[in-house]
């Protein structure tokens, strides 16, 4: 079955080291994006691609950066100038022109201590 | 620019009472609506959606009708059922080619028997 995978599950860091979570899709899907998760919060845009090697940030990219070499993978990496992440992550991807087309991965938790 | 706004939580409800969750946005052009439920350490699911003016949403006996005449997209339930304990976030797509979704903050729904 198609869908997005995201490793590891669970993930713990010390404080000032970058740490990269995976994203990857097998649903021939061209946007993909992440999210990052708050109690409280609601779900906030971190960065996108719509398209191999391009993306945009989001409402809250300082902190992270990504990179998109292949259709399949979009990989998140969480540097130490992000100031709070410890947060559930989440990764998307869209067919494009369906309105029901995105398909969410079940997420990691990242705990920084 | 874009915004969601849902009832804050946490509501707790007996089994086979009814549930509202409240829903409003801001956006520009006309959106595609949605509801999404995320059940503990899980990603998210679409719930239901509505892409026009007075369409009506509806899965596993879930309801939300898009009302442009008060911006808004309440989710209902006749009946609920312990296994609806979960966390539902209300969520909207304006045009445009990103295909971006902001969400609102959620709310958590326990159900108890």
């Known amino acids: 079955d198609g869908g997005i995978t995201q490793s590891p599950k669970y993930l713990f860091r010390k404080e000032g080291q970058n740490v990269t979570l995976s994203c990857e899709q097998n649903l021939n899907h061209d946007a993909m994006y992440w999210y990052r998760q708050d109690p409280g919060q609601g779900l906030r845009l971190i960065y996108y691609?719509?398209?191999?090697?391009?993306?945009q940030k989001g409402d809250i990219a300082e902190g992270y950066s990504v990179s998109r070499e292949k259709k399949e993978s979009f990989p998140l990496t969480v540097t130490s100038a992000q100031k709070n992440p410890t947060a559930f992550y989440l990764c998307?991807?869209?067919?494009?022109?369906?309105?029901?087309?995105?398909?969410f991965g079940s997420g990691t938790r990242l705990t920084v201590v | 620019g874009d915004s969601v706004t849902q009832m804050e939580g946490p509501v707790t409800l007996s089994e086979e009472a009814f549930l509202t969750i409240n829903c409003t946005y801001t956006?520009?052009?006309?959106?595609?609506l949605f509801w999404y439920v995320q059940y503990p350490g899980e990603g998210l699911q679409l719930l239901l959606k509505a892409t026009k003016a007075d369409d009506k949403g509806s899965n596993k006996g879930f309801e939300a009708t898009y009302r442009k005449e008060t911006t808004s997209f309440h989710l209902e339930k006749g009946s609920v059922q312990v296994s609806d304990s979960a966390v539902y976030f209300c969520a909207l797509r304006s045009g445009g080619s990103n295909y971006k979704l902001t969400f609102g903050k959620g709310t958590l729904l326990t159900v108890n028997p």
């Open positions: 998307a991807s869209y067919r494009g022109q369906h309105p029901e087309g995105y398909t």
């Open positions: 691609s719509q398209i191999v090697n391009d993306f």
């Open positions: 956006a520009t052009g006309y959106p595609s």
